[in-house]
């Protein structure tokens, strides 16, 4: 016999997975990571920061720049996002470094997620974009609602 719950039951919890944030060390990704937290603060759930890197087109892999590592430079741009937008209140916070394209990883990432937030431009492509490629790509293609952060300071 199928179990029900009330709609009060419902509304008191209707999310439970994490709000999804999109961190690429931009100004806009910040933007992005802020309206998270106040989502998640609002929502009573947690944030996960996701931060994609790669290898430079031209190069083969690790060894090529010596000691220098574009995953470890992934981890210290997520890192100083959330210390600079959580302080030490960063509990619930998750951080996920991941090796791919950052449209790809983000959509996948959102079959987990209650909202997926992304700034609305990167670090990539052409700075006077309104909306930038990943931003678009996650806006058409992600498994959840999405939440795209036009800048602050322009909006203010």
Known sequence: MAQYRSMSEQATR???KPIIVGVDGSESS?????QGKRLAEALQLPVEV???WTWPAFVE????F???SPEEDA???AEEAVKQVFGSEASGVTIRIAQGPPAKLLIEASEGASVLVVGS???GGFAGLL???VSSACAEHARCPVLVVHDEKQSA
Not at 61 to 64: D, E, P, S, V, W
């Open 50 to 52: 996701v931060t994609a």
């Open 30 to 34: 910040a933007d992005a990571l802020r």
């Open 61 to 64: 892999g690790a060894g090529y």
């Open 75 to 77: 981890r210290t741009i």
């Open 131 to 133: 909306l930038g490629s």
């Open 121 to 123: 431009r990167g670090h």
């Open 66 to 68: 010596g000691e220098w």
């Open 14 to 16: 209707p999310w439970t």
